[in-house]
Every structure is written in C-alpha cells, then in structure tokens.
C-alpha cells in the first residue's frame, strides 16, 4: 500500500506541475493578445502582439538557460570544492548519484551557519549542487543522505530547468504589464480613445479595459502559480529521495532539523528562496510573506513522509513534537 502512495505521489505531483506551467504560458500568450487588440484594434496585430511577447520570453529563457546558474552561484557565495577539501559531502553526493543514475553534479560550499542546500542547472549533465558549511556540521549522515538525495531528485526530475523556464515566463508577464501599464500612463491610450470616440471601435475599448485589468493582475496571478509549481516540485523531489535512499526518516529528521532551527541564511533572497531544500527566509524575518511562501509547510512535507510508511501524522500546531524529531 505504501508503495502504492508513493507513486501516486509522484505522479500527481508530476501531473499538476505541468498544468500549472501551462497555466503560466496561457497568461502571458492572452496579455500579449490583449494588450495587442487594445493598441491596434484589429486581430492581426494582436496576433502579431502576441507572437511578440511569447518570442521575448522564448529569448530570455535561452539566456537563462545557459547561464542562470551561474548568476545563481556567484550570488550565494558558493565556492567549488572536491574531495581532498570535503570528502564526505563528496563521498555522499557520489553515493547518491549512483543512486539517482545520473552524473556527478559540481559541488559547492556556501560559507554559511544556516543548514540548507539547492541545486542549480539546466540539466543532469551540467548540474551543481551547492550545501551550507551549517547543513554539514548539523545534520548526520542519514540526514545529509536524505537532503542529497532530494537535491539530486531535482536533478534527475528536471525540476532545475522546469523552475527555471517557469520563473522566466512569470517574469516576461511582469515586464510586458510594467511596459503596458506605463505606456497607458504616459499617454499611449489617448489616441485609441479618440480613434474609438470617432470611429465606434467599441471592441476595442473593451479589450483596452481588459488589458488594464489583466496587466495589474497577471503578474500576481503568475506569481502564486510559479509558486504553486515550486510547491509541487518540492513534494515530489521528497518523494523521490525517499526512492531513493529507502529511508524516509533520515529526510524527516533533516527536515525537522532545518524547521527547527533560527540562524538566518544571510546570501538569500527572494530571488533565489525558490531553489533551496526549505525555505531560507524564516517566517520571523521582515522579508518573509506566507502568502507567497515558495515552500510547502515543513509540518505538511513530514505527513506526506509519514503517509509512505503509515505513521501517525503531526499536528502543524505541536512545535514540540516537532522538535523532538530531532
């Protein structure tokens, strides 16, 4: 039974992933269309508007694709390392690609007291790993097991460049509602107004107001579905690990570990937040936002662990059952 969940599990995860990508690429293709009815009034230039935008977007995801882990990288602070300066993380992430069936990713350090860990690429074959000096002085080998192997599930699920086009889609909707938005407050939609006042284009005002409207709310809109593809995302890579170490309570420690645990991770913003095992950004932090929290609930992910193996689950509101897993 419990291996029946288990890939239930993964499947579900899988299957809402993509529509909620698909979601993403829907909204930005009806803003461009929109936007492109309300400036031009005729069908073809929408379509032309939306070619547009979708084109944009195609081109930004293929600079990101290329080089979007290494900004990610250079902005963590993390530092290359091997075995002769970290033989057992190097030993671990070795054992858990064999696991994984997948190469051995670049492995950095981040000079950091706080434990986490992300991992970064655009595919198996040019992936890296990146943990915190704190994740390797807190956590035992199980735990570092676990975190591993959920990180190299990333890897191996494609997460790293599923999350990466998604984010780049949101952010080309936030760009083409700024322009549009700006261009209407600067005046670019007088002249449609008298073109409508004078020659009855009533279609066109209405998808001039409809693209006002879907240029404030898109982004946000956006937003929470990258958010919920992150979340997605998350679930299924525990999933995954638990595949792959066969031990789902070295993942559940680490978890309630990195949960229970206050030192803030200083390198980390709200740019980079989606990437990490859990959330860097701790809910007492100023930055800190439930609404667009990027991880699931820690309390949330242990259940969907101890779904797999039948125990009891945890009450979100017991902090010290919480800690006690520790």
Do not use: C
């Not at 461009?32 to 944009?56: R, S, W």
């Not at 006002?212 to 982004?219: D, G, K, T, W, Y």
């Not at 913003?269 to 609930?297: G, V, W």
């Amino acid at each position: 039974m419990a291996e029946q969940t288990f890939f239930a599990q993964q499947s579900a995860n899988r299957r809402n992933s993509v529509l909620l990508a698909l979601v993403v690429v829907v909204l930005l293709a009806l803003l461009g269309f929109t936007i492109g009815y309300a400036l031009t009034g005729d069908p073809a230039g929408a379509a032309v508007t939306t070619g547009v935008a979708v084109f944009i977007g195609f081109l930004v995801s293929v600079g990101s694709y290329f080089g979007g882990d290494k900004l990610v990288l250079a902005a963590s602070g993390a530092k290359l390392v091997d075995e002769t300066t970290a033989p057992q993380l190097i030993n671990v992430v070795r054992e858990m690609t064999i696991a994984a069936n997948v190469p051995m990713p670049n492995v950095y350090l981040i000079d950091d007291t706080a434990p986490n860990a992300f991992a970064t690429g655009r595919d198996p074959k040019h992936a890296s790993v990146a943990i915190t000096t704190g994740l390797l002085q807190k956590l035992d080998r199980e735990e570092l097991q676990g975190v591993i192997g959920h990180e190299l599930s990333h890897v191996r699920n494609l997460d790293i460049r599923f999350s990466l086009l998604v984010g780049v889609m949101v952010g080309s909707i936030a760009l083409l509602s700024d322009f549009f938005l700006r261009f209407t407050f600067w005046g670019g939609g007088r002249g449609r107004s008298r073109d409508r006042d004078s020659g009855g284009g009533g279609l066109q005002a209405v998808m001039f107001v409809l693209a006002l409207v879907l240029a404030i709310l898109a982004p946000i809109a956006a937003r929470l579905v990258q958010l919920a593809v992150s979340r997605q995302r998350e679930y299924l890579a525990d999933a995954s690990s638990v595949e792959l170490t066969r031990n789902p309570a070295g993942l559940e420690r680490a978890l309630a570990k990195i949960a229970t645990d206050k030192e803030v991770l200083e390198v980390a913003n709200r740019a980079t937040q989606h990437l990490y095992f859990t959330n860097p950004i701790k809910k007492f932090e100023d930055r800190s936002s439930s609404m667009f929290a990027t991880h699931p609930a820690i309390v949330d992910r242990i259940n969907r662990l101890r779904e797999l193996t039948g125990e009891r689950p945890l009450d979100p509101a017991d902090t010290a059952a919480l800690a006690d897993l520790t």
